[in-house]
């Protein structure tokens, strides 16, 4: 199995993320109690990892890695809305230079989404700048609403909104 996924997010699992239908509105949400997470209803400290190749996998693949996952207890992934092209060759962005939504991306964005809800795991979806360049700030914070906002119906989603600053020479 070609495993894609690279480096490990820092974080400890306290309790594990189980799935609760139910429709209390405080379990639909994120939520912070008492120094913790609160997901799902459940006090809990995420364990994740950072998934690169995310929005590039193809089905088989993120199904069979997010499975992978869940059977090792992680219930996090962290995901990348733009990253470089050196790095991940088949790399595609959410948003344009110009602010605007990138349809495949998007398209692959909802597929990540579908199948982490599915498993029950949830995403830190993170945005970069600096690999987007020439991209405005107004620009890319347009881009950034406009993924907000049409992700709303996903629950169990945070925004990473500029992943490391201190090396990337945007200010």
């Keep these: 199995m070609v495993f894609r996924i690279f480096a490990i997010l820092v974080v400890i699992v306290i ?10 509105p ?7 109690s008492k120094g913790l997470f ?24 993120l199904e069979a890695d997010l499975a992978f996952l869940r059977v ?7 995901i990348w809305a733009s990253w470089y ?21 998007v398209e692959r964005l909802v597929r990540v989404l579908n199948a982490t809800k599915a498993k029950n795991i949830l995403v830190i979806l993170v945005f970069s700048r600096d690999v987007l360049p020439g991209i405005t ?13 049409l992700l709303k119906p996903y629950r169990f989603l945070l925004f990473d909104v500029q992943n490391e600053t201190n090396h ?4």
């Design 137 to 149: 700030f107004n620009n890319y914070r347009l881009g950034i609403r406009r993924v907000a906002s």
């Design 26 to 32: 405080r379990k639909q949400k994120i939520q912070i």
């Design 15 to 24: 309790s594990p993320l189980y799935a609760i239908q139910d429709d209390d």
């Design 85 to 105: 092209d050196e790095f991940q060759p088949r790399t595609i962005s959410v948003i344009r230079k110009n602010g605007t939504l990138n349809p495949d991306g």
């Design 38 to 61: 609160v997901v799902r209803g459940q006090p809990s400290f995420l364990l994740g990892i950072s998934y690169f190749d995310a929005l590039s996998a193809p089905q088989e693949i």
């Design 72 to 78: 090792r207890r992680f219930n996090t992934v962290r």
């Design 168 to 171: 990337c020479g945007v200010t």
